[in-house]
Each structure stands twice: as structure tokens, then as C-alpha cells.
């Protein structure tokens, strides 16, 4: 239960809506909940992973509208540094209430914004909402590039999906699944501070969510915090969401809990190699944790 | 009188601030004798054989009108800074004087309290650089640490010279002050408060957290503590900062996760992210060691981080006014 964090509720869901799911990546629930919170006034804009001046390349920017939010539709597995614009969303855009999604290891820096707000003047208490995804490691552009552009052959401007599960990295285009590669073959491209992170399911967001544990087109969510309820449960009361019990979900809870225990107990032990002074160089590696 | 009345009338002009307060101040009078000392002139009553203007006590403690006893005592000492950092404190507004009103008394301040010479205090909050060209400043960084419990570096510059690391003498109105260090390089810091300025919420956590540390139960010493912790760790790691921070302790060590925090943190917006990694442009990097201080990677505390949702309350309950 520790490695999924505290929680209020977990559902499976997706989005009311059927113009979101059309392009979401699996249920669509952080554009639906960011969609919801913009109509109702919960948040005044929401930084979001935008598409970038390049295929599948992120670029980290501030919708205030629902248009916005669905340009920014779907999962690039590439990093999105969200946390960039936290205050600059206070300051040129002027946004009082800031919605935010974020990868686990955004969402603890921006606790720790919110805690130790060092550089950040006049932003912790202007955050209302900030969604979490599952997140099992990341990778730089120029990695996913590689895997494809040489691993899958694929054009990567061809692309119209990408996705990871079943133990597969999957590359569509128009005409379908094109091409698949085996997990194992991805992971020398990953970010490597992605090994020392010890949160699979966004421990710290209001709300989490992510595909794992869920059948095709639903999504696992966690709803965490007293904001996260709130904003929850009415969107689910006015429709922006189809929320269901995660009772007899099949994989359900057990692989969520199997993937997080796997990630954190394997980056626990890398960290703990970190502080061996023999790892290589003659001081130990730093370790970021407190 | 009391600082937060005198304060207060500052901010809002509720007239003459010292007869106001000598007409509502009840019966404390027995014990305002180093007030009235002050007051009176003592060069006509003395002879000029037994003066000693040494042992007067001219450090007064403030008195409130409903003094709290379990009030922490706060100093902003001056060194060389911009004064941006006494700003940001007083960026607080009603936070401040939610502050002053129940949790510190302001002990010493060039500009917000009239009091001439570094008393005793439980917190020194200091900004700026100590000048080695100017024997007052060298003079008073050690009667800081002398007299205060906890001494913090409040920002940049007091934390690792900021700015003042690029003096190079020769500016009005005083070249021959060329050489300025951190406080850190020359007596021992508690805590530090990074960034250029730091920001008011910051400023703030630490004072509450300091008065909790001092006054609190042990549950709440627990908090502060491990609130605490991670910025006296950075006081205790050393006095040079820079945007290079981020490549040699974080990228060079395998711990970005590309979350941008330092571009945000960045003041003079000398970092920016590429293909997901901060890009410092060098030039521009002013040394405040906001970026790295602000990475979720430089330090993490799951106990604390753990608790926002929790802390937050708690800061917005204790400073309601």
C-alpha cells in the first residue's frame, strides 16, 4: 500500500466526452478534469504538455481553453519540463488558480515549491489542482528519436501513436500498429535520473492516473488529496467523467501495486549502489533524498 | 511602545504613534524604566566623572501592549545587500504583521526598528555580504553570531555573494571597497535562505518554523527540524553557488528528471529548457543559488513533501490574523 501512497478513492474511468477520448491516450482523464475545472472556474489554466516544433516533442505550455487542453491530447513519452512555467503562468498570463500535470518526480518538485518556495515568490498558494501520471521512467527526444526512427523504422513525423504496455513500446501510424519493440531493448535510452525515483503513481498529485490496471479506453485513477475530491466528484456528477468501482477490475490494484513495488524497490537498491563509495569513483554519488 | 503598533501605523497612518500608544498602554510602567531612561537626557544629571555611557542600557526591549510571552526575537542585521531582501520580508504585508503580532518580536532592523546596536536574539536574520574594507561590517557579522541563537543568511548574497561576487572596487561612493564575502566564509550559519530576493513565503516558512523549533511541542519540533534540516544542510555545504550548480551536482551526477523547476526559479532567466535539460547561459548567472536549491533533486524530504497538504493548512491557520 505504500508504494501507491495515501489515498481517498481509486476508480476506473474515462472521459464523458467522446470529442476527448477520440484522441486521448487511454481514458482521457486529465484533459477531461482539466477540461471540467477551466468551464467551472477551478483553475483559470492549466499547464499541460503541448505539442512542440518538432513530431512527438513536447514543448510545455499553458492552455486556457478547452481547445488548448485538446491540442495537448495524448501521451509523448518524451520530458515535458511542466514545472517551468509555474510562475511564469502567475506573472504573463496572470493566473491566480493553476492546474498542472505532471510526471511523479514534476509533482514532488512542486511540493516542494509549494513548501520551499526559494525562487518561486507568489506561487504555492496559487497551485488548485494538479494531476499526476503513472510513470515508470521517461526519455530524452533524441532517445525516443532513436528507438522510432532506427529501432522501429518508422518515420517518426508518420506517427499518430505511441504506447507502452504489455511489455512493449507500440508505434502506429495510419495504418495501425507498425511496429513493436520489446521493453528491454528501450531502456538504455532512459532518462537517467529516472533511476533514482522512487514514485510510480504520483504519489503527491490530488489526483492521479495512468492506463495500468484498467481494460483498453478506461484509466486508473487515485484521488488523493481534499482539492482532488472536490473537483473529483463534481465533474463526475456533471458528466465530464465515468467513474466506476475498481472491485473486480481485472488486472486491477495487484498489477498497479506489482509495477510501483518493482520500480521502487530497483531504484532503492540502485540509489543504495550510489552511496558505495567502490561504485566507480572515489566519493559516493549523491543522493537526494533527506 | 510597541514595534508592531509602530509598525502598523507605518502601513497604515493611524496617527501619532507614540502618544497612542503611551494612553492605551495600561500599567506596564514599573517596568518601563530602561524606556523612560532612554527618554530622559542623561548627559545633565550625570557628572561627567561617573559617565559611562557604555553600561546604559540603550538596547530597549519592545513592549506590547498584551505582550506574548512565548515570542520568538527576530533581528534583520544589514551587511551589504540591496535591501531587497528586507523588502521581500515585508512583501509578507498582513502576513508580517500577523508575525509580529504573535509569533517575533523584530528586535533590530536599520529600517524598521529603531534600535542602534546588534541586541541578543534568538534568530539573525542577515542579508547581504560582509565588506572586508569595512572594519564596522566585520565588527558586526561577529557580534551577529555572538548574539544570536540562529543565524540565517537571508539571500543571495549573504548565502554565497550573489552580485557582490563581481565587486571589484572602484564604484561610488566608496572604491576602495573591493572585496566582499558571504557571511558563511566568516562565521558559522544556521540556515540558509537562497535566491535573489527570496521570496516572502519563503521567509516566512522559516520564521514559523524557527518560532515552532524554539517554542513549539515536540511534535512541532519534529516538524521544524525536519523542515529545517534540508536548509541547513545547504548552509553547511558551502558558499560558492552558480547555474554551473545544476550540470556538476545534478546532471553530472545522474539526477535530472527534467521538471524545469530551475528555469522557473531563475530570476534573471539565465536558465532555460532544452530538449528537456536546463541551458545556463553563464553570462547572465548572478550566483543566487536559486536554481539549484529549488531542484527536486538537490534535496528531498518525503517526510515533509509528504506532508503538503497537511503543512499548508497549517501555514494558512497560524497566519490568519
Partial sequence: MEYLGQYKAVYKAKAGCEDILAKSQDGGIVTAMFAYALETGIIDGAIVA???????????????T???LLAARGTKYSISPNMALIKEAT?????????????????QALRKAQLYPI????????????????????????GLFQMV????????????????????????TERGVNSQIPLKVTHKYEQPGCHVCLDYVANMADISTGSVGTPDGWSTVFVRSAAGEAAFNKAVEAGWIIAESMDGVKPGLELVTKLATEKITKNQSYIEHRNHAEHAALKPLRNPYI | MGLFDKFKSLLFGKGDVSEGTQDEKPVASKQDEPVSAMHKSPVNEAKPADMKVEQKPIIQKPKEEK?????????????????????????????????????????????????????????????????????????????????????????????????????????QNQ???????????????????????????QIRNVCLMAYLLLKGNDEQKALATAYLTPLMNLAAAGTEACGCDLMTEVINQGLCCGCGSCAAACTVRA??????????????????????????RSFFSFDVCGQYESITNLIGEVMKP
Fill in chain 1, 50 to 64: 503541448g505539442p512542440g516544433d518538432e513530431a512527438y516533442k513536447p514543448e510545455p505550455m499553458i492552455a486556457t
Fill in chain 1, 149 to 172: 526512427e532506427d529501432h522501429c523504422a518508422t518515420k517518426i513525423d508518420n506517427v499518430t501513436k505511441m504506447d507502452i504496455g504489455k511489455g512493449k513500446f507500440s508505434v502506429y
Fill in chain 2, 175 to 201: 572604491p576602495q571597497h573591493e572585496a566582499f564575502l558571504p557571511i558563511g566564509d566568516l562565521i558559522k550559519v544556521d540556515v540558509y535562505i537562497p535566491a535573489c530576493a527570496p521570496t516572502p513565503q
Fill in chain 1, 91 to 107: 506573472r504573463s498570463y496572470g493566473l491566480d488558480k493553476i492546474g498542472i500535470v505532471g510526471t511523479p518526480c514534476q509533482i
Fill in chain 1, 66 to 68: 478547452v481547445d488548448e
Fill in chain 2, 67 to 171: 505582550p506574548v510571552a512565548d515570542k520568538i526575537t527576530v533581528g534583520h542585521v544589514h551587511m551589504s545587500g540591496c535591501t531587497g531582501c528586507l523588502v521581500s520580508l515585508a512583501d509578507n504585508y498582513e502576513g508580517l504583521l500577523t508575525i509580529l503580532d504573535k509569533y517575533a518580536d523584530l528586535v533590530y532592523c536599520l529600517t524598521l526598528a529603531d534600535v542602534r546596536h546588534i541586541p541578543k536574539m534568538d534568530v539573525a536574520l542577515v542579508e547581504g555580504s560582509v565588506c572586508l574594507n569595512d572594519e564596522c561590517s566585520m565588527e558586526e557579522i561577529l557580534e551577529t553570531r555572538e548574539n544570536a541563537t540562529i543565524v540565517v543568511a537571508l539571500g543571495g548574497c549573504a548565502c554565497y555573494g550573489n552580485t557582490t561576487r563581481f565587486c571589484r572596487g572602484g564604484q
Fill in chain 2, 271 to 296: 536558465v532555460t529548457m532544452q530538449y528537456g535539460k536546463p541551458q545556463i547561459e553563464r553570462d547572465l548567472c548572478i550566483k543566487c543559488g536559486a536554481c539549484y536549491a529549488q531542484c527536486p
Fill in chain 1, 119 to 142: 525562487g518561486l515568490r507568489d506561487v504555492p498558494d496559487k497551485i488548485a489542482l494538479a494531476l499526476g501520471i503513472f510513470c515508470m521512467e521517461n526519455f530524452p527526444y533524441q
